[in-house]
T-cell receptor, first 114, second 110 residues
Framework: NAGVTQTPKFQVLKTGQSMTLQCAQDMNHNSMYWYRQDPGMGLRLIYYSASEGTTDKGEVPNGYNVSRLNKREFSLRLESAAPSQTSVYFC?????????????FGQGTRLTVV | EDQVTQSPEALRLQEGESSSLNCSYTVSGLRGLFWYRQDPGKGPEFLFTLYSAGEEKEKERLKATLTKKESFLHITAPKPEDSATYLCAVQGKRDDKIIFGKGTRLHILP
């Protein structure tokens, strides 16, 4: 049971380049989340998806887009990367049918924009 | 708007010196309050979920408690391996957002 899998683990981008961060979960969870973590700022919610086919903005959505491809997969896209988007990105999933609501996290993607 | 505030930002303790971490929250109807542990370079690891005021949960040297406005993570006789960042988060009944505090960095000295 892999849980939540994120790819890639590390990435360096040049300013203005685009990329997509991939996330997949195998726990049959309904909800999925994307967070960014910066030193001293804790985890900040970028976007979330309560169910397949729905997405909603979180605390810091500007500069990002998301796609809930199916129940398992939730991708995060940076259309034109900026140095301010240098961060560690975490994907999480929660809310199994009939279960409790805690979220389970992937191991993160460390993104540097130069 | 849901909010979570954790204190202190950092805490250094001697091995065996018990203490508590605080998590104050505001939320539109609490669905759940969560505690996580995060080690450097890794994703957060789930510890506890608390659902209603008065609830308590324990795991080894950790005990989490909940009131209507705050939660405490009590650490009894900590060991160096308890050193980590501890994160608190809340989920309200209005939507599926899970909002985190900034965390408490705990360092246990041998």
């Amino acid at each position: 049971n892999a849980g939540v899998t994120q790819t890639p683990k590390f990435q360096v981008l040049k300013t203005g380049q685009s990329m997509t961060l991939q996330c997949a979960q195998d726990m049959n969870h309904n909800s999925m989340y994307w967070y960014r973590q910066d030193p001293g700022m804790g985890l900040r919610l970028i976007y979330y998806s309560a169910s397949e086919g729905t997405t909603d903005k979180g605390e810091v959505p500007n500069g990002y887009n998301v796609s809930r491809l199916n129940k398992r997969e939730f991708s995060l896209r940076l259309e034109s990367a900026a140095p301010s988007q240098t961060s560690v990105y975490f994907c999480a999933s929660s809310d199994p049918p009939g279960g409790s609501a805690e979220a389970f996290f992937g191991q993160g993607t460390r993104l540097t924009v130069v | 708007e849901d909010q979570v505030t954790q204190s202190p930002e950092a805490l250094r303790l001697q091995e065996g010196e018990s203490s508590s971490l605080n998590c104050s929250y505001t939320v539109s109807g609490l669905r759940g309050l969560f505690w996580y542990r995060q080690d450097p370079g890794k994703g957060p690891e789930f510890l506890f979920t608390l659902y209603s005021a008065g609830e308590e949960k324990e795991k080894e040297r950790l005990k989490a408690t909940l009131t209507k406005k705050e939660s405490f993570l009590h650490i009894t006789a900590p060991k160096p391996e308890d050193s980590a960042t501890y994160l608190c988060a809340v989920q309200g009944k209005r939507d599926d957002k899970i909002i985190f505090g900034k965390g408490t960095r705990l360092h246990i000295l041998p």
